[in-house]
């Protein structure tokens, strides 16, 4: 396993034009390329995926979705296929994203789509988290029930193309992120509920990125205090040069 640290923007429903979304697009890949320790992925919605993809393959440099279809083809109004996205050079997919769950993607929902992005040869990046925290520790036990729930079914030899960005949700769009050492914390216990699942190996193997309010002032010290592969970026992945020195802060990190 590569020990390059994972960024994923997920640049969410922005922008609203084409050409800010190749101007984010290219400048992110200019940055990436001289990265030398970090694998960005950006995430734009689907109509802006062929334009933000690069003619010439880089290694630093990916394109995901921001989610897919649970069917393959056919009379599916509004819905948009794993192969489709991965015809149009899509590498990875982001399931069960909070917002998503929100509008009504159950644990068996995500589960269907991390099979279709692992049929069609691509990474799933599955998003899990805790809504709330409370002194008894209930988001343990609703995370570890989240992470099961949403690898049912998946089998063991797949398992080497997931990557799981814990975002708590009472994170994502806040004004200040976990604590790194929380996120150190919640990483270890990802990673042993995916051992629980999937076998000791694959539990070490597994990339565990963080993710909600990651900004370029608090992305170097999350990633080396909290101890993980990476981080899910919402909002700062499309603020330039906000996301540039965000990339160039965990590339430091080494
Ligand atoms: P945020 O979003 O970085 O804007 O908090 C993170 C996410 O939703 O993945």
Same mark, same amino acid.
């Given at each position: /396993?590569?020990? +390059?640290? &994972?960024? =994923?923007?997920?640049? #969410? /429903?922005?922008p609203s034009t084409l050409e800010d979304a190749k101007?984010? @697009?290219k400048r992110t890949r200019t940055v990436a390329a001289r990265l030398a320790h970090t694998e960005v992925v950006v995430c734009p919605p689907f109509p802006f995926i062929v334009a933000a993809?690069?003619? #010439?393959?880089?290694?630093?440099? +990916? =394109?995901?979705?921001?989610s897919v279809s649970i069917e393959e083809g056919g009379a599916h109004t *509004? !819905?948009?296929? @794993?192969?489709? $996205? #991965?015809? $149009?050079g899509a590498e990875y997919v982001i399931a069960g994203h909070s917002e998503q769950?929100? %509008? *009504?993607?159950?644990? !068996?929902?995500?589960?269907k789509k991390i099979a279709? =992005?692992? !049929?069609?040869? /691509?990474?799933? =990046?599955v998003c899990v988290g805790e809504k709330s925290r409370d002194e008894n520790g209930g988001h343990f036990e609703f995370l570890k029930n989240q992470i099961k729930g949403s690898f049912t079914g998946i089998a063991e030899d797949k398992v080497k193309h997931i990557v799981i960005a814990y975002e708590p949700v009472w994170a994502i769009g806040a004004k200040e992120a976990m604590?790194?050492?929380?996120?150190?914390? /919640?990483?270890?216990?990802?990673?042993?509920?995916?051992?629980?699942?999937?076998?000791?190996?694959?539990? $070490?193997? $597994?990339k565990v990125l963080y993710g909600g309010a990651v900004n370029f002032r608090n992305a170097g010290e999350i990633v080396r205090s909290g101890r993980v592969d990476g981080l &899910?970026? *919402?909002? !700062? %992945?499309?603020?330039m040069p906000g996301f540039v020195e965000l990339l160039k802060a965990v590339d430091e990190v080494g």
């Open positions: /396993m590569s020990s +390059h640290k &994972l960024i =994923i923007g997920n640049w #969410k /429903m922005n101007r984010i @697009a993809s690069s003619r #010439k393959p880089s290694a630093n440099f +990916h =394109i995901g979705a921001q *509004g !819905e948009v296929g @794993a192969s489709m $996205l #991965k015809n $149009l769950r929100a %509008s *009504g993607d159950t644990d !068996e929902t995500v589960s279709r =992005i692992l !049929e069609s040869g /691509m990474t799933a =990046i604590v790194p050492s929380d996120v150190n914390e /919640m990483s270890i216990f990802v990673k042993k509920t995916f051992a629980d699942i999937f076998g000791a190996e694959a539990g $070490l193997k $597994l &899910l970026v *919402g909002r !700062e %992945s499309v603020n």
